[in-house]
Each structure stands twice: as C-alpha cells, then as structure tokens.
C-alpha cells in the first residue's frame, strides 16, 4: 500500500497552515549554523560565554547577519523563517530561563498572561487556521 | 518466547518530569493528569514487563543537526538522562537490553527497516517522562528499555504507514526471541500541540479522541492519515503521534482497551494515554 506522495505537493501544502513554519529540508539546510549555535548551548561553559558576551560569541559561527540579528532581539518568528527548528532554539530561551509557555507565547502576538489563559481554558481551536487558501 | 503483551501510549511533555522532580504531581494543576495515570502504574507492577521498547523522538538533546536517523534503536547498556539546557533530570540512569535489541536490530534490517544502530547516546524527557509517568520515582527503573528514536523534527519525517509496518516488524523480531521475555512496547509523543508560529496553541480535543477511539479494536485506517493531516488539525508538533502507531502496528489485527485517559491542557500540550491489549 505505498501511495508515495509526490514530493512538490506534498511540500506546497506546509505553506497553506497559518502561522506554522513546518521544518523542511529547505529550512534545515538554511538554518544548520543557527541550530547548531543553539545546540552549543547545552554545554555549561558555552552558555557562560554566550551570556559574557553575546555579539562575540555569534562571531564564532558562520550566520547570515540577518539570523544573528533575530537572535540577539530573541525574534522567534523571524529566527523560525530564517532555518530555526523549535527544539534547538529552545536552548536559546532556556538559556534565558525562559519556559516553553513563556517563550512560545511571544511568537503570537499575545502576552505571556492571555496566552496562558487560552491555555487554561482549551487552547487554540484549530477553526478557521486549518488552510490559508480554503478558510476552515 | 519472546512476546509483545500490551503496548502503552503517552504524552511526553517535559513539564510532567519537572512536576515529578519538583514533587507538585498532586497539586491542583498536576493532579488531574497525574490521576489519569494512577490505574496503569498499578497495572504495570503487576504486569512487571522485563523489557519495553519504547518509541520516542529526541529534541535536540542526542543528536544536533549533524544526523537526523529517521529510525534509531538503543543497543548500548547504559542510558544517561540527557542535560537538555538545564542539568540532566535526576532521574536513574536507563538500563538497555542488548541482547533484545541487537536481535530486533538484525531482524528489522532483514525485514526491510534499515535501522541506525546507536551504542552510546543520552535520552531527554521524550524518553524519561513517560517512565517516570508509569513507574512514579524508584530508585532503579524496574524494566529494561530498548530506545527506538524516530525522527519526527525534519521533514519528511516517516509515513503513518511506514511507521504501523515498522510495529509489525518489531512484533516479528521479538516473538522469534528464544528467550522467554514479557515485552511492553510504548508509543509516546503528542497529542495535539503546536510549539512555533502564530498559531501556536493549537489544540483539537475531538480530532485526539477520534484518534484514540480509531486505536481501539480492528480499524487500521490510521495508518493512512496523511502528514499535511496531522499538522493541520493537532499542529505543527502533534505529529509526533505517528509514533504510537509504531506501538499499534506492533500489537497484531486487534486490540482492546484496559484504560484511556485525555486532558487539557499540560503546558502547550493536550495529554493523551491509552493502555492496550493484543485482543
């Protein structure tokens, strides 16, 4: 029962889910030294000259200045379309001593409080952000 | 014989391992999750599996952007909690069963599945967490644990398809095991949950339960839900749950529901548990 996908359409659709970076290939690919920035992080002595000195510590991996830009102002949605994958800039925030509901909070627009009330009280329905192009 | 008698699914949110360490798992906020789980840690110290395999994903903690294995399985001894920013979790170090593991790891390449083999890696909380859901805080994990790391991160992660014929494949390696040995084989990861973007928040309770309900007895239509599904309607990180298909798929043609439980919210995350028999 192999009902292979066909590779474009299959990678069109991810870009019809509102607000919803999917991490493709193409992403992996643009965002590997930003990741594995991120990835430093877990290491103790890492994360004491990231906090030293973040400009200089940036110098030390080969990112675009637009990548180093969004993570010096911590732009999670900016860093999301520049190759970031959540579970590696995830150190970044942790770093920060920033939680999951904290940091994710600030990719929508809502502050730390509302968001956690949404949360509370259901989350996010998935109506109307299902598909950009048919709106359900 | 080696036999796979029942297959346990679970969220694996991290806030459940800080809840356990930080001792809050009775509070207003834990307790209704952690209640949900009261039926199986009782059930499971009467089944007293010898080995579980358990099916989880790694977030950045074992291995960075350097090697996406799309199926790793754990062969080593040893298995550390992973330091994933903030120290590892105090929890016991995992033992594995290499003899098992290397078996199923032969026989899963002989049946199609070109596995990665891992000797030495660090688990993080997808693989902690549901341990310490189902076996609260020993002193030693009473069960061996065989690591089966999917990569459901990097697009294309696998098919919901491939991942129910891997289950198959592994209930065929382990049921021509000569060594009698009681095997749990646990899905985790999940339900709904979106982590990025301005959607993030996502949850849908009614799609979970349709796909716990569609778990449950002789349907596999499961196993043909498309990716672009999963991400539209459970987010962007509900498709983890590709990954209790592994567990389903390694069950046989039937199963039966012993216990189910499903909350919201946990953190991001809409908790989902269901604990299965072959039936």
Redesign the interface.
Known sequence: ???K?DIQD??A??DD?????????KR?RE??HL??F??S??KAEN?DAWKADEKAYLQRWPMSEAQKEAVLARD??RL?DLGG????L??VF??DGL???QA??T???MTVEE?QA???A?????KG???IKDAY | MARISAGVATSHVPLLGVAVDQGKTGDAYFGPIFAGYDWTKRWVAEQKPDVIVLVYNDHASAFDANIIPTFAIGTGEQFKPADEGWGPRAVPDVSGHPDLAWYIAQSLILDDFDMTIINQMDVDHGLTVPLSMMFGTPAAWPAKVIPLAVNVVTYPVPSGNRCWMLGEAIRRAVESFPEDLNVQIWGTGGMSHQLQGQRAGLINAEWDNRFMDSLIGDSDAVRRIPHIEYLRETGSEGIEMVMWLIMRGALGQRTRLLHRHYHVPCSNTAIGHLVLEPD
């Open positions: 029962m192999s009902d996908a299959y990678l659709a991810f889910i509102p607000g919803t970076r999917i991490y493709t290939a992996a965002g590997y990741n594995q991120a990835m992080l877990m994360r999670y949605n999301l994958n959540i579970y590696f995830a150190k942790s770093t939680s999951f509901v994710v909070s990719m929508t627009g968001y949404m949360m509370n259901g989350g996010r329905s998935p952000v299902r598909s």
